[in-house]
């Protein structure tokens, strides 16, 4: 049978093509309608005559096309390569420039400069897409024939290179194929109990693993209708939360809907999960959140080079979904926290996480280097990621198959010698009274090699004093430990997927 991706994703359409498969505030597509759109615009891949691996990038607002445009991309064999919308020109051009797309699509506004990093990158297919449905890609497309035989693919072959968030550093391009990707939306789709008559609220960006893959490949393998919005947008998402059973986000997400009086539990009536990913969702999110809607949120860990590797369970009778950790490894998938000769930590001791699995990326695009790198000799990914099983969490005991995330390698701080972990600072900060969240950092210091310097955000209305929380964590943590400075902002910098950019941070306060 053919390990095309989207071959895979057809098999769980529903047999009658004519329900409605995608849905905006304006238009409804039924599965007809994506058998056949996806078709016209495979169709003119195929007539450009690319050599296979050819890469397809894209830039374009969210949009059904969008999506359409990369399930056509799937069944012409080609590789997808979605870039943030918020991309300008010079970053474009690294990007055109490292990849070396044979078609590129963007944004009618954008298109003078797009065309320019094209050229320099020597792609000669530049074609527009809107999300009004204009552009030359669908005047071209639009006339052409409305059914395509996908392209035979084994499961090696490449599907999408994903650009990480570059949130420590310049982005990696992931090479994902068929298989990586087909087995990871198998297992969620089992674990995470998708059904046939879900509705998912789809309100991701679509340039990134959460959004395009998570999310759009459950309901897709479902056969699950999707409510397709371009944005959080609270009005929209209180009007459509009422008629939908699964909703998936980043933490910032869920702040904002609780942030809004009209959010309860008669607009979460027919809800049957809300998934939280991407950055840490706080403990008192959740809590909040379970008040406000009955609803525990499920979280789950992943990244652009796995896609996902642990979750919170869904069915109760496999055990409750606990605030501040990511869940149990997904079935498949390898997880082990190891210190930095390697060695199994036990419960509780803090260590690198490393994976393994059907799941698991192949390389970073054009990097040599940096793929042999991060990954072990006996052929686990090093994620980058500090984490624990079990230990303890929002005052509960966790289990010890469970695991907690408590930061990044390359956000650790060596104080005098010591180690220090930014996240059991921001916890006891975020715990005082008048705190909304906080973020820990190390700046360069004479003596110590780092100091520790917290930034910290008040709640609405509070007023915080710095020397007060000092004096405080003073009598909590050892010394080294405590902030030699603690800064008071309004907000904390994100990036588009709601991570904390510490990279920021760490440049603004370096001065002590
Ligand atoms: P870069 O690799 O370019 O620095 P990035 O790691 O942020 O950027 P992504 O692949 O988009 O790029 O994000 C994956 C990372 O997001 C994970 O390695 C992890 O640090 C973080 N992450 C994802 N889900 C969670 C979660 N539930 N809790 C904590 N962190 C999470
Ligand atoms: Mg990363």
Redesign the pocket.
Known sequence: SNANLYAVLQGGFPKDRSKVALETPDLQYTWDDIDRATACMANLLASLDLPAGSRVAVQVEKSPEALLLYLATLRAGLVYLPLNTAYRESEIEYFLGNAEPAVVVCASKNLEWVRRAADKAGCAHVFTLDEDRSGSLLDAAGGLSQTFKTVPRKPDDLAAILY??????R??GAMLSHGNLAANARVLNDYWGWRKDDVLLHMLPIF??HGLFVASHGALLAGAKMIWLPKLDADLALRYLPQSTVMMGVPTYYVRLLSDPRFDRGVCARMRLFI??????LAETFSDFQKRSGHAIL???????TVMLTSNPYDPKLGERLAGT?GRALPGVQVRVVDDAGIALAPGEIGNVQVRGPNVFSGYWRMPEKTREEFTDDGWFK???VGRWGGESAGRDVPADYLS?VG?SKDLIISGGYNVYPKEIETLIDDMPGVAESAVIGVPHADFGEAVVAVVVPKEGAALDAAAMQAELKARIANFKVPKRVHIIDQLPRNT?G?VQKNVLRETYQAL
Request: charged share 25%; aromatic share 4%.
């Open positions: 990480t968030s570059g949130t420590t550093g982005s990696k990134h693993v939280s990913g991407s950055a840490p969702l979280e789950r860990y992943g990244m652009s080079e990511v994620t980058g990621d995330i990044r997927m991570k």
